[in-house]
């Protein structure tokens, strides 16, 4: 959780992401930002997040995108 | 049929009338029927094509979906007989299977699209090649027919293919119902791109006459009327001229005519959402919002999540993220930060799939390469803006400005002048034309230039002007009040007489002031033509 608070912070430093929810419908992240999330992602946990799964349900908050890490991590069954 | 026109005011009341005579279960057979019969009407020969592209989605959008549910079923009792990477094989060999059928039915439909919009374009290109190395004898222009609506129910169909296949939702199981989503006649011309699991929410469901209901329909269709026929079919006159004679209308004239251009367009285009989206909510279908108040953006980027909204989050869910989320995308961006650092490595793939993006934006709009240096623009202008973020932090921690009336307008107005400018691109018979005429408003622009004549001579008299003005400060208006909620809502809530002035009011302007009659044609829709 803290690798990618870190990460959330290089994009938007002047949100608070341990408690901001909402990211995308609330217009905290855009198109570009998720991109560049997913690129990190995979550059730091060596997780591929699809297309399909960029929702802005799965983007809400901090917790939904780790939720989503750690689900690929644990390997989806 | 025009949307304007007495012919369609006619099938509407037809359609609507029988709509709600017919038993609820009836009624979306019913659209289909009025649906195809409109389609027919504009041309027999289209509904082959709208056809095709709805059997052949319905039928690979089922068997992946069938796929999906039975190696579902089948994986759940079998699991446990095989290794987790014996599983991931498995899972990866049906995604395969279930790929092939998507990306034959996703090619065959967009190969439709291509050939019937593209070819040409693409002959001329190659002409243009041939006489550069001077081979005189061209290839030969062939003749064909772009059925009407081809980019939007194309568009909406693969969408519905995409998300099946994605497992968003299930496919539909009724071929009827599935082709009325394709061809659901408010929406087929000029959109909006409708999702699957937005429309088909109220699309097949039984609707009883509802008061309430149907006069905000009605309501909404006039107010779409007041835009196109008072405003954007007014200054149109005013816009031909000056985009027709370039020798005449240059220089400040040149930024006239793209204001008014901005003005028409936005009149134009939302009134004929307006009118789609009343004529869906008369029959109770609710259909996707496609603007929220667009000139009103604070940058090209927010300009872009509230003009023509469907189509933005099509290109955003399945051409930019597909482009930016796929492995080559990713091995690229590991490839760039390493090569150029982490900093700029990391752009690399954002931007180029961007780039991608509004290259195939502007090419959506038509066949030419206006169109796709308009795109190449939107992208160009965006990437500043993205590159300059930190540049207007820098500058908001040193000049408290953010948040104040002063620049917020300012904001308001620098993305308009960026819009209008791009827009010239949509005008004028070509590119380097259109660059000439933009360099005019800087080169020849001039107090000497200004005569208020040559406005008249652009074949609207004074009181035109007045009513166009008048008409744009109504439009500013009602987005102001529709700012804290619907303004049909607020408008319901007054007494029955002020309610009947406001409406009636509009009816008799939009009846009196509509551009009719000599020096007016009843004229096209733009977005119809893409």
């Known amino acids: 959780m803290e690798q990618l608070l870190e990460i959330l912070g290089d ?54 995108i780790y939720a989503l890490i750690k689900a690929k991590l644990d390997d989806e069954d | 049929m025009l949307f304007t026109s007495y012919g369609f005011i006619g099938f509407l009341i037809i ?81 395969a299977a279930e790929k092939k059928i998507f990306l034959a039915c996703l090619l065959f439909n967009l190969g439709i699209l291509a050939v019937t919009k593209y070819t040409n374009f693409t002959i001329a290109n190659i002409n243009s090649l041939l006489s550069t190395f001077g081979r005189a004898d061209g290839i030969s222009f062939v003749q064909l027919i772009i059925p009407m609506g081809i980019s939007f129910y194309t568009f909406q169909s693969m969408g519905y293919l995409i998300d099946v296949f994605n497992g968003k939702h299930e496919a539909q199981d ?20 409708s999702r699957y699991s937005d429309l088909s929410a109220t699309l097949y469901e039984e609707h009883r006459f509802d008061w309430r209901t149907v006069s905000f329909g009605l ?28 020798n005449t209308y240059n220089g400040f004239y040149a930024f006239a005519g793209a204001m008014f251009y901005a003005l028409e367009l936005y009149a134009d285009f939302t009134g004929g959402i307006d009118i789609t989206i009343g004529v869906a909510e008369t029959m109770g279908i609710k259909v996707t919002e496609n603007f929220i108040r667009p000139y009103f953006s604070k940058n090209i980027k927010e300009y872009w999540n509230r003009w023509h909204i469907t189509m933005g989050t099509w290109f955003t869910d399945y051409i930019f993220y597909p482009i930016s989320a796929s492995q080559f995308m990713m091995k690229l ?30 090419i959506w709009h038509g066949a030419s390469w206006n169109f796709i240096v308009w795109g190449l623009g939107n992208f160009v202008v965006i990437m500043i803006s993205q590159e300059l973020e930190p540049f207007y932090r820098w500058f908001h921690s040193k000049v408290h400005v953010a948040g104040t009336f002063g620049w917020r307008l300012f ?29 005019s408003i800087f080169s020849k622009s001039s107090l000497s230039q200004l005569k208020i004549d040559a406005f008249i001579e652009m074949g609207l008299t004074e009181c035109d002007y007045l009513v166009v003005f008048i008409g744009m400060l109504v439009l500013v208006a ?41 020096g007016y044609s009843a004229s096209q829709f733009i977005y119809n033509q893409f």
């Open chain 2, 478 to 518: 009602v987005s102001l009040v529709q700012r804290t909620g619907s303004v049909r809502g607020k408008i319901a809530t007054l007494k029955a007489p002020v309610r009947f002035v406001i409406w009636y009011g509009l009816f008799m302007v939009t009846l009196i002031f509509g551009a009719y009659g000599i």
């Open chain 2, 174 to 193: 009724n071929l009827f119902k599935f082709a009325l989503f394709v061809s659901f006649f408010p929406q087929l011309v000029q959109g909006p791109i």
């Open chain 2, 411 to 439: 904001q308001v107005v620098r993305t308009t002048l960026i819009m209008s400018s791009l827009r010239m691109f949509d005008c004028y018979r070509d590119v380097p034309l259109t660059f000439k005429m933009f360099g």
């Open chain 2, 333 to 362: 961006s590991k490839k760039s930060r390493a090569k150029l650092g982490n900093n700029l490595g990391k752009r690399v793939p954002v931007y180029l799939s961007s780039f991608i993006v509004w290259f195939t934006t502007g």
């Open chain 2, 15 to 95: 359609v609507f009338a029988i709509y709600y005579l017919l038993p609820g279960r009836f009624q979306w057979q019913f659209l289909l029927l009025a649906s195809y019969v409109f389609y027919f009407i504009a041309d027999p020969r289209y509904l082959i094509f709208i056809a095709i592209t709805s059997a052949t989605t319905f039928l690979a959008a089922k068997k992946i979906s069938d796929k999906k549910k039975s190696f579902d079923v089948w994986f759940k009792e079998h699991k446990k007989e095989y290794e987790k990477e014996e599983r991931k094989s498995l899972k990866a060999k049906e995604h």
């Open chain 1, 11 to 64: 994009l938007h430093p002047e949100v608070d992401f341990a408690t901001a929810k909402d990211l995308v419908t609330g217009g905290i992240l855009d198109s570009f930002d998720i991109v560049s999330l997913i690129s990190e992602i995979n550059e730091e946990f060596d997780v591929t997040i699809g297309a399909a799964e960029l929702t802005p349900e799965n983007f809400a908050s901090a917790e939904t």
């Open chain 2, 219 to 246: 309501e909404r269709i006039l107010w779409g009327f007041f835009k196109k026929l008072v405003i954007a079919d007014r200054i149109l006159v005013a816009v031909k001229a000056i985009i027709e004679d370039t």
